[in-house]
């Protein structure tokens, strides 16, 4: 049997919001499943959200619903969003002081390109919910995040786009939302960036070879 993907240590995540989420892009949403098997997917949108800006949850008040985002980095703070969605971050920085990174899309392999194209999606997938949240992101937990497999180490800064963030009220001049250029899984791109050909998008199963 192949051995699971690696995890991304801490350390990673002990880093301001803004840059761990453009570094996530390439990286794998791994989860175990109940048979052993391993679903994953490359991790293709991200967007960046920090205490000191007002679209962030923790920007008015700490409480019990956001208290995650206040704690130690590399876990995952999960939320419900409009009542009915839920929404799958993970915490960034450092304890104290809430931030943290929206995961906004995944590719996985073998499955509809659009699958998990947006972050209720991307839940509904993998089934992660408020059970999930405050978890570590770790595999003895069953849902980590690992870094980047061979085929995709060549994710450079011109193959990411930086835009605003979408979906929210506040803070929407700061460009804190990153996707991958060749994805044709990404939630929403930026204006008059177009979705790439077929022929043109990067092959996630290609991203099996680093397992």
Same mark, same amino acid.
């Given at each position: ?8 240590? *801490? ?14 892009? %390439? ?8 048979? %052993? ?36 980095? %590399? ?7 409009? =009542? ?8 960034? =920085? ?30 509904? #997938? ?8 405050? *978890? ?16 995709? *180490? ?36 930026? #204006? ?17 070879? =680093?397992?």
């Amino acid at each position: 049997m192949t051995p699971p993907p690696s995890c991304l240590p *801490q350390a990673f995540f002990a880093r301001p919001a803004e840059v761990v989420a453009p570094d996530l892009i %390439g990286c794998l949403l791994v989860q175990r499943q109940p048979d %052993g098997e391993l679903l994953w997917g490359v991790i293709v949108e991200t967007e960046a959200y920090c205490q000191s800006e007002p679209a962030c949850h923790g920007h008015r008040r700490r409480s019990p619903s956001n208290e995650t985002l206040f704690g130690e980095p %590399g876990r995952f703070y999960v939320y419900v969003s409009y =009542g009915i969605h839920h929404c799958v971050n993970v915490v960034t =920085g450092r304890a104290e002081w809430a931030n943290g990174v929206l995961l906004r899309a995944v590719a996985l392999p073998g499955e509809p390109e659009r699958v998990a194209a947006g972050p209720a999606l991307l839940a509904r #997938r993998f089934g992660l919910d408020r059970r999930h949240d405050a *978890q570590i992101a770790a595999p003895e937990q069953g849902v980590w995040l690992a870094p980047r497999p061979a085929a995709w *180490q060549q994710v450079a800064p011109d193959d990411r786009i930086q835009t605003t963030r979408i979906g929210i009220s506040d803070g929407q001049a700061l460009p804190w939302r990153w996707y991958l250029r060749h994805s044709r899984s990404v939630s929403r791109r930026a #204006r008059g960036d177009r979705n790439p050909r077929p022929a043109e998008a990067w092959a996630v199963a290609a991203g099996a070879a =680093g397992f």
